[in-house]
């Protein structure tokens, strides 16, 4: 599609300067006058035209399947939409006293008790604004946890398969990162570990699910080795749609742990809007919770900011309480029963396109997947890559999965279908990999140079980092 400034453009325009009528004036500089230059002439049904066009272009969860591991980018009903969007909640005031706005406070408090019924933590905060806000307070918690206790220690231990956030969180607290490697099951190797634990140890960090979609089968023990240390056990809780009614956090060991209310809870993200990252805690990290806090008091909502050990405030007023208003809807409305579906059938999405790749595609790990799953390009003929399988497979009107995420896995492809999708939509998503995979051997070259059908064909990537063409020239 041709960009607005190569339309035909003649002598139009979307608004013409109206003579002007004062009687004694200096003549108007041309340059004020005249756009010619820098804007195209072309009138206003063009301009909307064009941008109408421009927007059909848009690839989303609302027009097609978005298997993107990792991201949990599924489809959020429009329900929880509209109520996010009532008067009452967009026009109230975060200033507004807590005795007029106890129907927000009832809703904030109502949706950390969820949360803490599902993942068994005792407490929640929702101020933090997305996951890795979430990691930091949780580092920061950990962090004044040990130094009331008049503990220095140094270390937090993550596994070589964490998502970036974590170290970045680790390290903007001022500890240091300690790689935990991942034995070839895709599991946490307890025997490093063993070896990597000692008094210096802080906490480690673990997604479970891990970003390979597998579930860390020994979770106990690596919370009971860390236990023994006094070291505490931080949940990235990215993945949580995997297990939410089915295993609470807290039962895991794990002591302190985040959410993404824009991945598990009903607010769609991906183009970078506003998000959720709660932090949740067990009993003895209550008094660090970030400030504040709302609690209850009979039939009375209060914000708390009296919490001596408090790591303080993260994020103006309670954070992004619109998100939250999404989630709350969201779980009201699937109820135990409902949350509980979802993960199964996120689970149960995930394997059936397992199953239907098995023996096309490398698995490096091969066993029964939770929410997501990796294949990989290990074996694909003629030199192609997973990066040739995620331009081609936007010719099928499919968005790529995750590529080369996670690190630890050379040329790794992560897919996750999500609970929102039908079979349908799976067999149309696995018949499309599984042509490609047929195309890699017949017929390499249309794989090599995909994608065909896109505005934009195959773009050299290292090009378009190094020299970015950002401005438009004529
Ligand atoms: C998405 C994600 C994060 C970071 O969450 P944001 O909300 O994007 O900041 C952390 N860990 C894992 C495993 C994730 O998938």
Known sequence: MPTIFDLPSSDRAAFPVPEYNVADHEPLPDELLSFDDVLPNISEREVVRHYTALSQKNYSVDTHMYPLGSCTMKYNPKLNER?????????????????????????????????????????????????????????????????????????????????????????????????????????????????????????????????????????????????SKGALFYADGANLNALMGKVKVRDMGFDLMHLNLHKTFSTPHGGGGPGAGPIGVSEELTKYLPVPVVIRDGDKFFLDYERKSSIGRIHSFYGNFLICV?????????????????????????????????????????????????????????????????????????????????????????????????????????????????????????????????PVKRVDAVQAARKPVLTWRK
């Open 83 to 227: 109520i996010a969007s009532f008067g009452g909640f967009t026009q109230l005031h975060p200033l507004t006293r807590a005795d007029h706005a106890q129907g927000a406070l009832e809703i904030l408090w109502e949706l950390s008790s969820m949360l803490s019924e599902i993942t068994g933590m005792k407490e929640f905060s929702l101020a933090p604004a997305a996951g890795a806000h979430g990691e930091l307070a949780g580092v920061m918690i950990i962090k004044k946890f040990f130094e009331e206790k008049g503990e220095k220690r140094r270390i937090i231990l993550i596994p070589d398969s964490a998502h970036g956030t974590n170290p970045a969180s680790v390290a903007m607290c001022g500890f240091e990162v300690r790689q935990v490697p991942s034995t070839r099951e895709g599991d946490v190797d307890i025997r490093t570990l063993e070896r990597l634990i000692n008094d210096n140890v802080a906490a480690m960090m673990l997604t479970n699910p891990n970003t390979l979609g597998l579930f860390e089968q020994k979770v106990i023990e690596i919370a009971s080795l860390l236990h």
């Open 326 to 454: 999404r989630a709350y809807a969201y779980l009201k409305r699937l109820g135990a029963s409902g949350i509980k579906t979802t993960a199964e059938t996120a689970v149960l999405n995930a394997n059936y396109l397992r199953a239907r790749l098995k023996g096309a595609f490398y698995f490096p790990v091969d066993r029964p997947c939770m929410h997501e799953f990796v294949i990989t390009d290990k074996g694909l003929p003629h030199g192609i890559t997973t990066n040739d399988i995620a331009k081609r497979i936007l010719d099928y009107n499919f968005h790529a999965p995750t590529v080369y995420f996670p690190i630890h896995v050379s040329g790794a492809i992560m897919i996750e279908p999500t609970e929102t999708e039908s079979k349908q939509s799976l067999d149309a998503f696995a018949d499309a990999l599984l042509s490609i995979r047929k195309e890699c051997e017949e017929n390499p070259e249309l794989v090599r140079n995909a994608p065909f059908t896109t």
